[in-house]
């Protein structure tokens, strides 16, 4: 059986284990999210237009 200070221990581990993945993930997170408005900036400056193409095949808006 285990101790009351080994599950501390044990608790204190996997709250840090956490805490790093979720910093981890919001840096990936963060990272992505900011090459894709570079991206979608340069797409706007390089075609003159103001929204994306649709998904579904139709023709964007006119500029």
């Given at each position: 059986m285990y101790s009351s200070a080994a599950?501390?221990?044990?608790?204190?581990?996997?709250?840090?284990?956490?805490?790093?993945?979720?910093?981890?993930?919001?840096?990936?997170?963060?990272?992505?999210v900011s090459d894709g408005m570079k991206n979608y900036a340069r797409w706007r400056e390089e075609t003159g237009r103001?929204?994306?193409?649709?998904?579904d095949g139709s023709a964007p808006p006119a500029p």
């Open positions: 599950a501390s221990t044990g608790l204190v581990v996997t709250a840090l284990i956490v805490a790093i993945s979720l910093l981890a993930l919001y840096f990936i997170v963060r990272g992505a103001d929204v994306p193409p649709t998904t």
